[in-house]
């Protein structure tokens, strides 16, 4: 930020006050020597919030001028909360569930995507299209996503992990029609199985679900189901088709609820 150079013969220093996400209640941030004009503001700054800075110049006998008028800047902020998507599937994912910015609206910003592998990253008015390379492509991608407003404030992620899940592998249906009273997570059936089992589980309200497959040792094999359902009971297929016998522990998180069960699979 810069200012003009107070030019009173008694001039000491300005005092500068910031405050967060509120524009009434600022406080002292820095001080800056007189004649300089000019500061760098790297103190606390966090993407997503408003900063709003007031000035007063400062003379020997520590008197000071009425407040500038007032500045703010925004920082843009990328929220990623997606690492998983189906091959054979493009998934397109809402703009403004991922990308925010204090003072400018979507359409105001710059949104780059680099450093892509194994993953198709465009752009569009309001979603971001994301889809695997070769289409039928599993395993792992990556990209780096850099949002940037008008007058130059940026946030980037550098290499965000998306988990590409065969989508040919699993298949969620509804099971019944009711609404649930409570989170159930039952026993897969049949078990033990070869090489395909069922999974039911029920949600009273609309929930984040995510169903993880575990080894003995507790290390995550593979993300079954991750998706946003809405109340009901439902029967997620999973082929396992890919996998060496033996136990396996499967687990679900869906909003406060959590279950882990074991399964058998038999060659």
């Known amino acids: 930020m810069s200012w003009d150079r107070n030019s009173e013969v008694d001039m000491a220093k300005y005092a500068l ?25 790297s103190l606390g700054i966090y993407p997503g919030n408003l900063y709003v800075y007031t000035l007063f110049a400062v003379d020997t006998a520590n008197n000071y001028s009425d407040p ?68 039928t492509r599993t395993g792992t991608g990556s990209f780096t996503m850099t949002v940037t407003d008008p007058e130059g404030f940026y946030d980037r992620k550098t290499n965000i992990q998306i988990t590409i899940l065969d989508r040919s592998l699993m298949s969620l249906k509804p099971a019944t029609t009711d609404s649930p009273q409570k989170y159930e997570f039952r026993q897969n059936y049949p078990n033990p199985f070869n090489p395909t089992t069922q999974i039911e589980f029920a949600v009273p309200e609309p929930s984040s679900v995510r169903i993880e497959l575990y080894n003995p040792l507790g290390q995550r094999v593979r993300v079954l189901f991750e ?18 016998s ?12 959590q279950s882990v069960k074991r399964m058998i699979l038999l060659r």
């Not at 910003?109 to 194994?118: E, F, G, H, V």
């Not at 946003?228 to 009971?233: A, E, I, T």
């Open 17 to 41: 006050y910031r405050s967060e996400n509120d524009s009434v209640n600022l406080k002292r941030h820095a001080e800056i020597t007189h004649p300089k004009t000019t500061y760098i503001d």
């Open 68 to 135: 500038s008028q007032k500045a703010d800047a925004g920082i843009p902020k990328i929220t990623w909360n997606i690492d998983m998507i189906y091959n054979k599937d493009t998934t397109y994912i809402p703009l403004d569930s991922i990308v925010f910015d204090p003072d400018n609206t979507i359409d105001e910003l710059s949104i780059n995507i680099s450093d892509t592998i194994a993953l198709a990253c465009k752009i569009t008015k309001d979603s971001l299209k994301l889809f695997p390379v070769p289409f």
């Open 227 to 244: 998706n946003r359902v809405s109340p009901g009971r439902y029967t997620l297929e999973v082929d396992l088709k890919d996998l060496p």
């Open 246 to 257: 033996g136990v396996y522990f499967y687990g679900i998180q869906a909003e406060n609820y």
